[in-house]
């Protein structure tokens, strides 16, 4: 019989339902203990330390009491806080990322993708290389350096080669001042071997939905394919670690099963990286069902309304709040806005989920992944930021400088950030408006630079920051970082 156990490399031992459901019935009985709220919101609360500030986070005990209250009070604190964490370690920073769908080929027969294997009339594309190389030409004119590479599990027409090749191809385009700085790779779980050669490809961050963590829901909804394997799929970030890859990426795809459920479920994933290997996520990812070919979100009953969704990013960063957190374009402008207050760190912008998207004129719809709500182009994403007050940040430096893992939480840590991230992302901006901005982007931009260089502590690195975006704007020199 599965034992609770975070240390252990087991799937039903780590995320063990028996615990999760102890752990929901103990947020039933506290949800209005305010009290013991109060507690764990103090608990969550940012300290002040001689380099900046620290945070505790929260047990999934603890962040489930949270999710589950209903005192309006205590909810209202609850968004102050995770504001607060949101500022004092990610400041006014969002970083901007573009999803690229290599191949929809799929064996798998998950429920809620239209991509899986029954459904026959979505037109199959695998791009070549040189398609590969187009797509990437067309999202750094459009400004992007970080890309999350898509594909299906297909042995046959998507086997790692494929992958690894597409690393490369995509690595190695330089189109006049574009580059793609760091590749993070969305494929389907896999062996310790592959995970290897994903790592000296030089990949970023590995992103695996678990979906679910409700082992029956699970293999419900997968009902065929190797995905259908809850304990694999559950076990592969454990995998991926051993592979070398320290910079994993978790999310749930919330409306399939019970929220409250697959929260917890969730941190206890988390926590139980942290104790295996020393390291928690470096990203959480908060999706939802969409509409989409051969797929209605009205066939899952479980669905979440914009409250509660901003209630779980919420309780998540209060929970967590050294890991980045994602939402994408499957979201519209409005709820976006309301997230990146209480916690998201990174958006996707001009996304397209079709394969082969970005090359085309218009965007084509009969490869897409899901519905995208958000269809604005990335200039109108960084503008739109710049007027909610978040510096759009391009910056992929930890990766390159070898901060990733234990060595990004340090620096996360270590209160220099705002010697470290906030420069980049002004930088990294300068970079966007000299050679992609619209010219109302670029005039916005360039004041929204002014005004943040005098946030930055040290003079020092003010002074090469502004000697860096000097250089930008005079010359070719790019790729400056701290
Ligand atoms: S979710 Fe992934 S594995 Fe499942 S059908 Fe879609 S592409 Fe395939
Ligand atoms: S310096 Fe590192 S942590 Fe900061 S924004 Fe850049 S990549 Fe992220």
Not at 70 to 87: G, N, R, T, V
Request: glycine share 6%; with cysteine.
């Amino acid at each position: 019989m599965a034992v609770y156990d975070p240390k252990s490399m087991k799937a039903e031992d780590f995320i063990n339902d028996e615990e999760i459901l102890a752990t929901l019935e103990y947020a039933e009985a506290n949800k209005n203990n305010a009290e013991l709220i109060d507690e764990i919101l103090e608990k969550a609360r940012p300290v002040k330390t001689e380099n900046g500030c620290t945070c505790a986070g929260l047990t999934h005990r603890e962040a489930s009491v949270l999710l589950a209250t209903e005192l309006p009070d205590k909810i209202e604190k609850m968004y102050e806080i995770a504001e607060e964490i949101k500022l004092a370690f990610y400041g006014n920073r969002i970083v901007l990322f573009a999803p690229l769908y290599l191949s929809n080929y799929c064996v798998n027969g998950c429920l809620y993708c239209p991509y899986h294997l029954k459904n026959k009339h979505i037109a199959r594309k695998k791009l070549t290389q040189e398609e590969v190389r187009k797509e990437v030409i067309a999202l750094q004119d459009m400004g992007h350096k970080r890309l999350a590479i898509e594909a299906g599990e297909d042995p046959v027409n998507n086997p790692i080669e494929y992958i690894l090749d597409c690393i490369n191809t995509i690595y190695g385009v330089h189109h006049k001042n574009g580059d793609i700085r760091r590749v993070n790779v969305n494929i389907a779980a896999t062996t310790v071997e592959n995970y290897r050669k994903l790592k000296e490809a030089g990949i970023g961050t590995y992103i695996l939905f678990q979906e679910t963590y409700h082992k029956k829901g699970y293999e419900e909804l997968h009902p065929t394919g190797p995905k259908h394997d809850y304990a694999y799929h559950t076990e592969a970030m454990d995998r991926a670690m051993e592979g070398g890859i320290d910079d994993v990426g978790l999310g749930v795809l919330f409306g399939l099963e019970k929220y409250k459920y697959e929260f917890a479920g969730l941190l206890m994933h988390a926590e139980h990286l942290e104790a295996v290997h020393g390291v928690g996520p470096h990203t959480i990812s908060v999706p939802r069902v969409k509409k989409a070919d051969d797929i209605d979100p009205d066939m899952f009953d479980n669905g979440i309304s914009d409250e509660i969704f901003t209630k779980i990013a919420a309780c998540i960063r209060l929970a967590v709040p050294y890991t980045g957190m994602i939402i994408s374009t499957r979201e519209t402008a409005a709820v976006r806005e309301k997230l990146l207050r209480v916690g998201i760190s990174q958006v996707s912008g001009g996304s397209r989920t079709s394969v082969g998207g970005y090359a085309e004129e218009e965007r084509p719809h009969d490869t897409e992944q899901f519905d995208v709500s958000d269809q604005r182009t990335l200039d109108e994403v960084v503008s739109w930021l710049m007027d909610s007050g978040h510096i759009p940040s391009f910056c992929t430096a930890c990766y390159r400088a070898g901060r990733t893992g234990d060595r990004f939480m340090s620096l996360c840590k270590s209160g220099q950030i705002l010697n470290c991230c906030h420069p980049n992302a002004l930088m990294t901006l300068a970079e966007y408006l000299e050679d992609y901005a619209s010219p109302d982007t670029k005039e916005k931009g360039y004041r929204m630079i002014e005004e943040e260089l005098k946030k930055i502590p040290s003079e020092k690195v003010r002074t090469v920051a502004e000697e860096n975006i000097a250089a930008i704007r005079s010359s070719d020199r790019r790729d400056f970082r701290f």
